[in-house]
């Protein structure tokens, strides 16, 4: 088991709250714990939007707590329907994730017995306060990880699987059952890459010319995402229809791999161009026909007007092999586009690999 950066953070939070409750006297430090653990999150962006929602949800949960128990009482029945009131409000005030904070507020408040209860909800905020702001510090102090690197990399390692299995899928050599179940984990690999896209994207930067060159790399990693979508969509339609695959015409069958082998080295080689290992422009690359679609077109069209049922299935299938395989080629070259564009800009660049290293 891997210890990650959120699990040590989560860890030096609690002492931290737990220490500066000790410091300011509280008499119940544990809520101090509590609130660090609700507040703790990867980037400095988010601890940022999350400190400002847990603060709006703790005064939510402890005004309704000071208001219900000086009208009705603490009643158990009474701490129940706070409970329902504190999440229908943060509901309505899109607060969600502060809605678990919000209740332990607000139980731990309407809880008491004491006769100065004011005073006593003051001492509850305050320590639950502590308990944000020492998870707020701790984020700032523990520089998060880069996330363009781990993004970068989770693609890279992604896509080099999905063009395996679209190799051996186009030479029908492979197994079923191994492949459905890599695709599988191949879908959950993709989400994790749109969820790294989302922790850079909230990365912050502190010069402007830092935060241009973001806003264009930000285009080419959603692309080189999609692109990975693309492919995974093509290896799906290969494995699912192999057999009509199997009994195309030889011509149509030696065709198709051809193209998609062409497709598939262009993906490679943008991947490559991105962080420098290939020249922008591409040598000849004048010479390099990456896909014939009107070769496909024409294969297909030959094939269905030789076809003696137009209403067979099978044809149906081949063309959504076909019209998967052009989808994925546009989206490799709108990829190229943009790299070419980002490297006309920035042609310097320190590649993501080096940037890993140091």
């Known amino acids: 088991m891997k210890l990650g950066a959120r699990i040590l953070k989560t860890g030096i939070a609690i002492v931290l709250a737990l220490y500066l409750s000790q410091l300011f006297h509280s008499p119940s ?32 949960g402890a005004l309704l707590a000071v208001i219900l128990v ?36 607000l139980i731990s408040i309407m809880e008491t017995q004491s006769g100065s209860f004011i005073q006593f909800a003051g001492i509850r905020f305050s320590t639950i306060m502590i308990g944000v702001f020492s998870a707020f510090m ?69 010069f402007s010319k830092k935060n241009l060159e973001k806003s264009r790399k930000l285009v080419i990693y959603r692309q080189l995402n999609l ?12 494995h699912r229809f192999e057999n009509e ?42 010479e390099n026909v990456y896909l014939n679609k009107k070769e496909l077109f024409d294969y297909f069209f030959t094939h269905q007007s030789e076809s003696a049922d137009h209403n067979n299935p099978h044809l149906y299938h081949t063309m959504q092999i076909v019209a998967s395989v052009i989808d994925y080629a546009e989206q490799v070259e709108h990829l190229d586009t943009l790299i070419t564009s980002f ?16």
């Open 343 to 358: 490297h006309s800009y920035h042609k310097n660049e320190v590649s993501i690999e080096e940037e890993n290293q140091d």
């Open 245 to 286: 695959l199997l009994h195309l015409p030889e011509d149509f069958k030696e065709s198709i791999q051809e193209q998609v082998d062409s497709l598939i080295y262009h993906h490679e080689q943008v991947l490559l161009r991105f962080i420098g290992k290939i020249p922008t422009p591409p040598p000849y690359h004048e």
């Open 29 to 60: 430090p544990v809520f101090a714990a509590i609130a660090a653990i609700f507040a703790i999150q990867p980037t400095i962006y988010r601890s940022y939007l999350t400190i400002i929602e847990q603060i709006q949800g703790n005064i939510i």
């Open 70 to 105: 000086l009208l009705l009482g603490n009643h158990f029945i009474v701490i129940g329907l706070a409970a329902i009131i504190v999440i229908i409000i943060n509901l309505k005030l899109k607060l969600e994730n502060t809605i678990g904070l919000s209740l332990v507020t």
């Open 138 to 206: 701790v984020n700032l102090v523990f520089i998060p990880p880069k996330y363009e690197n781990k993004l970068y990399f989770k693609i890279v390692a992604t896509t080099e699987e999905i063009i395996k299995w679209i190799r051996l899928s186009t030479r029908h050599d492979y197994d079923h059952q191994l492949l459905k179940t890599d695709i599988k984990k191949l879908k959950e690999e993709i989400q994790t890459m749109d969820q790294f896209y989302k922790m850079y994207k909230e990365e912050r930067g502190y």
């Open 227 to 238: 692109t990975a979508k693309k492919a995974l969509d093509t290896l799906k339609r290969l």
